[in-house]
């Protein structure tokens, strides 16, 4: 895993620029804190951040290859998990290889088939070819979005980076936000328009595409995307197909040349991913896997049950561990600790986030990078499989169901902002933007129509919010976080699964809970689904309450225009552990619509936004 950036210009001279492409590359230093290499010409400028995973010696970037006349350059952020069956491939068609890196592979495979190399891709990634006779540069990013990669067009010239603190480096783009990049934060926030990089002319390489850029301008391209169909397996055979789909996934994603560890919750998806996990290590590596697992001070004291988070994780987390018999440490977290990431997470982020929701993640990284450098995580499987409420309860209002309560975001919200970007208008404009692109299967029935709909929001608008959220958390910390359940093989198939099949047993996630069988205790199997651990200490509230009431008070705060300051002293004077406002997901209650608040005034401040 690495960060890269890049700055093509078809008329301006590059190769003096160096210092530029330098900054870029240094803002990523966190994603590749190994090495650093850089590529300057006269048309191109590509810099890379190594995070070494595999091939230490051999898998450096720059990368570069002479193949048929022409000299190709690629930078590079992912992992493959089918590079040996490219490699076998590129073998037969005559290439050699140097190393054994997913990296000469790739750029190998681009050489070879030009821009379809990406449909043969198995894996999560970003990166960008320069071809030095042509003078063009193509990008990708991988189907499902794991990996990030934002652009900006500038003139004659494409400047590109693995995240936006990049691009602010670059001194022709500045952090400036307009009405719709207020929209985005105010009234979609911590979630994204897909596409949308938030500050004006920065744009997103959507999931699934990929872009071409040379002397004429730009060509983008969906090279991927879900297809609707008839499902035909009966269900034993549909069970039987996902058995085998997660089994591969997970396998593939075991290789690695530094420590690899799963991190576990005690839950269906990540225990079952440390099941596999331990029965490779135990039956062809003779080693015990290691898992880790996050928890917070006193929450066995404080914890309450809640229809979203009916158990507490610590006592599943125990069990799962001794019964798969892996090497497991828990890392403990206390308020101050949690309070405090707060803002490098918006750092990480370059935008503000799911507050304690991604600082525990970071601080939990941080945490793991100690003893290891590869992690793998359950992310995904609620959204592929229908594992969160909103797939069996019925939706309140047609929007986006983790976003039921506005008006709890409105309330706090200045009279001025409202009305400049009209909320509601704006939310809602999204929304049906986002229903208009669910791919139609003429036999689906209006129940299965509604149910494709639900699973494409989730698949497309909230899970790269979560997706975010792991790849920034973890690769701040120079940790790599991968995700089998987001294997494009897995998501395919499970699209055009009816519900009644996934709803087996009238359980959320009944099918994958089928189709896992074996590999766990059934009480772990069949456990009720519960979502990424929270603090349940008071005194977690106690200190938002004491940052938001410090921030109003201070004059000088630029989220003050945004905000209706009584509205918000009143909630932070207010608030109970009670306060029943969940406005996004299914963790962010009123504490973290104040944490969302604070990380908005950092994040004006800290990246000095201007706004238009």
């Not at 190393?99 to 990406?118: F, I, K, M, N, P």
């Not at 197909?241 to 690899?260: E, G, I, K, M, T």
């Not at 790599?480 to 987001?486: A, D, I």
């Not at 896992?516 to 009480?523: I, K, M, R, V, Y």
Request: hydrophobic share 40%; proline share 6%.
């Amino acid at each position: 895993m690495c960060g890269i950036a890049g700055w093509i210009d078809h008329k301006r001279n590059l190769a003096d620029k160096s210092s530029v492409i330098e900054a870029m590359t240094r803002a990523l230093s966190r994603r590749g804190p190994d090495a650093e290499g850089l590529w300057v010409s006269r048309q191109a400028l590509l810099g890379h951040r190594r995070l070494v995973v595999v091939d230490p010696e051999g898998g450096g970037q720059p990368m570069s290859l002479s193949w048929g006349g022409t000299t190709y350059i690629l930078v590079y952020n992912g992992e493959l998990y089918n590079t040996e069956d490219l490699r076998a491939e590129l073998l037969d068609l005559g290439h050699t290889f140097r190393g054994w890196s997913d990296t000469e592979v790739l750029l190998h495979a681009y050489a070879e088939w030009g821009r379809d190399c990406v449909k043969k891709l198995n894996g999560i990634f970003a990166f960008a070819v320069w071809d030095q006779e042509k003078h063009q540069a193509f990008l990708a990013r991988d189907r499902i979005g794991v990996k990030p990669l934002f652009f900006a067009r500038r003139d004659d010239g494409l400047v590109f980076a693995s995240e936006i603190k990049a691009l602010l480096k670059h001194p022709d783009i500045a952090p400036r936000l307009g009405p719709e990049g207020l929209a985005e934060i105010f009234a979609l926030g911590p979630a994204r328009t897909p596409g949308h990089g938030v500050f004006e002319g920065i744009e997103e390489l959507r999931p699934g595409r990929a872009m071409l850029f040379d002397g004429s301008g730009t060509e983008e391209w969906a090279y991927w995307s879900l297809e609707s169909r008839v499902h035909e397996d009966d269900f034993n055979t549909t069970v039987m197909n996902v058995r085998d789909l997660v089994l591969d996934a997970v396998r593939r994603q075991l290789v690695s040349d530094v420590p690899l560890c799963v991190l576990l919750s005690g839950g269906l998806d990540s225990s079952a991913i440390a099941a596999i996990a331990a029965h490779v290590y135990q039956h062809e590596r003779n080693e015990r896997i290691r898992t880790f697992s996050i928890d917070y001070v006193d929450n066995d004291r404080h914890f309450r049950a809640s229809g979203f988070q009916p158990n507490a994780d610590a006592p599943w987390v125990a069990a799962v561990s001794d019964y798969l018999g892996t090497r497991h440490e828990n890392c403990l977290l206390d308020t101050p600790e949690l309070t405090g990431a707060l803002f490098p997470a918006v750092r990480a982020r370059d935008l503000p986030g799911m507050t304690d929701v991604d600082s525990s993640l970071l601080l939990f990284s941080a945490w793991v990078k100690r003893q290891a450098t590869v992690g793998l995580s359950g992310e995904c499987a609620d959204e592929v499989f229908g594992g969160y409420p909103w797939f069996y309860r019925p939706a309140e209002a047609r929007t986006f169901p983790w976003s039921q309560r506005l008006d709890a975001r409105i309330k706090v919200l200045s009279p001025e902002l409202n009305d400049l970007i009209k909320p509601r208008e704006y939310v809602a404009r999204r929304y049906e933007e986002a229903v208009a692109e669910v791919p139609r299967c003429p036999e689906d029935s209006p129940e299965d129509e509604k149910m494709r709909e639900l699973f494409y929001l989730n698949l497309t608008r909230w899970m790269p919010t979560l997706l975010d959220r792991k790849d920034r958390m973890s690769m701040y910390t120079g940790l790599e976080l991968r995700v089998p359940y987001c294997d494009h093989r897995i998501v395919e198939y499970a699209w055009n699964i009816p519900w009644e099949m996934k709803y087996y047993n009238k359980r959320e996630k009944g099918l994958l809970r089928k189709a896992l069988t074996g590999l766990l205790p059934e009480a772990v199997l069949w456990r009720k689904k519960s979502p990424y651990p929270k603090t349940h200490n008071p005194n977690y509230i106690d200190a938002l309450r004491a940052l938001t009431l410090r921030m109003l008070d201070d004059t000088t705060a630029p989220i003050r225009p945004f905000i209706d300051a009584n509205a918000v002293r009143t909630l932070a004077e207010t608030m109970t552990r009670d306060t029943d406002i969940p406005w996004f997901g299914q963790l962010m209650n009123a504490p973290q619509l104040l944490a969302y608040l604070l990380q908005v005034d950092y994040w004006l401040r800290a990246y000095k936004v201007e706004v238009e």
